[in-house]
Every structure is written in C-alpha cells, then in structure tokens.
C-alpha cells in the first residue's frame, strides 16, 4: 500500500515557475514507476510525465504539451517525487495528481493502470 500526498501547488503567472511535491509512505516506493496527470473540471485526466527504472536504466516520458517546460524527478531516500513546471500557461491550469504503479515505460501514459493516486494539488496560471 502506497499513500501519496500532493503540495506546491497555487497560482502562477504566465512564464513564471511552479514546483510540485508528492510525498510518498509505505514500503517498496523505489519499485513503483511514478506519474504526474492533470484535470480540468469536465475533462479527462490526463497524463503529464512520468519517471520509472527497469533493469538499472531510468525511463522518463512527457505529453508534448509540457515537452522543455516540466522535468520530472524522485528522490528514493526521501520518498519524493517533483514535478519541476517552467514557462508556465494559462492552459497549465488544473488540478495535479501523483500516481504510483507496478508498469513499464511503455504504458507510464495509461493512467488506469497506476494503482495510487494522490488527492491532488491545485494550480491555476493567469495570463
């Protein structure tokens, strides 16, 4: 079992800077490929970026919408994931969650395959 707590998030201007945290409790959180989705009310959610390691090697993937701007990372000793956001805009906005799974790089984009989910963080970028 994973419990996963979200934080960082809050209102941004356009081009500016936001970090994410997700904090993560329970055993084996190294083992877990971790993700970062955002919705907007009505919408799907929608997958961010990613970040997983098999076989010694690190995989890490993006929506081409945040493709240069966000860079996820983890932090296995402190049980951290980030999620870096830069050159923000106005449709950046919505809610971010952290999710956790058992998965592979090649499904790091199918959220009904992460078994944790965060309660996720606000953020909301003005023009």
């Known amino acids: 079992q994973v419990q996963l707590v979200e934080s960082g998030g809050g209102l941004a201007q356009a081009g500016g800077s936001l970090r994410l945290s997700c904090a993560a409790s329970?055993?084996?959180?190294?083992?877990?490929?971790m993700g970062w989705f955002r919705q907007v009310p009505g919408k799907e959610r929608d997958f961010v970026a990613a970040v997983g390691r098999l076989s010694l090697r690190t995989y890490y993937d993006y929506a081409d919408s945040v493709k240069g701007r966000f860079a996820i990372s983890r932090d296995n000793a402190k049980n951290m994931v980030y999620l870096q956001m830069n050159s923000l805009k106005p449709e950046d906005t919505a809610m971010y969650y952290c999710?956790?799974?058992?998965?592979?790089?090649?499904?790091?984009?199918?959220?009904?395959?992460?078994?944790?989910w965060g309660q996720g963080t606000q953020v909301t970028v003005s023009p």
């Open positions: 329970g055993r084996a959180f190294s083992g877990y490929s």
């Open positions: 999710a956790a799974g058992s998965l592979g790089s090649d499904s790091f984009r199918t959220r009904e395959l992460y078994d944790y």
